[in-house]
């Protein structure tokens, strides 16, 4: 198992832990930004894969709209809400982007799930400066924050349409197996 991954999962259990003792002190509404261990929840994960099916007909709309800027962020939350139902149906809730990666890649180190590598990596900041197109992660900060108002690379919205429709399928087999 690859534990800098396992580190990043057990600093976001410990994160969440504390900032939620921390609203419980100040008497605040129970809040974290980190990884909480809760029951598995099949029920759970299959809302959060509706929510993905959902996000990718949106992608769809926007792209054949012209607003291709915004397909990205739709694609990049397709992805997230599979990886929210698999994170779910192991047992843990999530309030954190690089906390759900890290325990994705620790679910895949420890045997428990089987996903297409190049999935994850698509999730991931790139290593290599100036290297966004291998990355939905960059892809969104740069549409969502840039002032593009359109992807001009028809084959990255491509890619990125196929990956989705993936990645659901992917992540309905791991909620539906049994464990």
Not at 96 to 106: D, S, W
Request: aromatic share 8%; glycine share 4%; charged share 35%.
């Amino acid at each position: 198992m690859n534990s800098q991954n396992s580190k990043q999962v057990d600093w976001c259990l410990r994160k969440a832990r504390g900032e939620l003792e921390e609203c419980k002190r100040q008497k605040k509404k129970a809040r974290h930004r980190g990884l909480l261990k809760v029951e598995p929840n099949k029920e759970l994960a299959f809302k959060h894969l509706q929510k993905a099916k959902h996000n990718l007909e949106v992608f769809r709309l926007l792209r054949k709209n012209k607003f291709s800027d915004w397909s990205i962020t739709a694609g990049f939350y397709t992805i997230y809400h599979c990886f929210l139902a698999i994170a779910v149906k192991h047992g843990y809730e999530s309030k954190n982007q690089t906390c759900t990666i890290a325990l994705i890649e620790t679910l895949q180190a420890q045997g428990k799930i089987s996903i297409d590598r190049d999935i994850i990596d698509f999730m991931k900041y790139e290593e290599e400066e100036n290297n966004h197109k291998n990355s939905i992660i960059e892809l969104r900060e740069d549409y969502a924050y840039g002032v593009d108002l359109e992807v001009k690379d028809k084959e990255q919205l491509d890619k990125v349409e196929k990956s989705c429709i993936e990645f659901i399928d992917a992540a309905k087999s791991i909620i539906y197996e049994e464990n």
